[in-house]
């Protein structure tokens, strides 16, 4: 009778602990962690968003806005500065040494992934492949 008894007391734990959640399930009323962002509203980048993709040399291109700051990766190169925006725009203004400024033309105001922008007077250009949101904003 104990034997069943600790079966019996056994099955019930497991059955009661399974319904436990507690670890990295993901239930029914958790949401995704990482969703895939297919575009952003150009007026939303000072809430920060990384932008990734590819020049037309092959070479790895990215742009992180955030609270009116970027940085810009191309290749080996990397500047920065504070951007603004005009329209469908988005003028960045450089703040290293060289200086200068340079601009985005977006067209519908929106950056979105599998769509090629020239960056104006600064000889680049990016093919987007990701957007993601700037958890370090």
Not at 44 to 53: R, S, V
Request: aromatic share 10%; charged share 20%; proline share 2%.
């Amino acid at each position: 009778m104990k034997r069943i008894m600790s079966v019996i007391i056994g099955g019930v734990a497991v059955v009661a602990l399974s319904g436990c959640g507690g670890g990295s399930g993901g239930g029914n009323n958790n949401p995704p962690v990482n969703q895939d962002i297919l575009s952003v509203d150009i007026v939303d980048l000072d809430l920060g968003f990384i932008i990734d993709g590819q020049n037309d040399a092959g070479e790895d291109v990215t742009l992180e806005y955030c609270n009116g700051n970027y940085e810009y990766y191309s290749g080996s190169g990397h500047w920065y500065g504070h951007f603004s925006i005009s329209g469908d725009r988005i003028n960045m203004f450089d703040d290293t040494p060289t200086g200068g400024s340079y601009r985005i033309d977006t067209l519908n105001n929106y950056l979105e992934v599998g769509e090629w922008y020239s960056i104006d007077f600064q000889n680049d250009e990016i093919t987007v492949d990701q957007i993601t949101e700037d958890s370090n904003c």
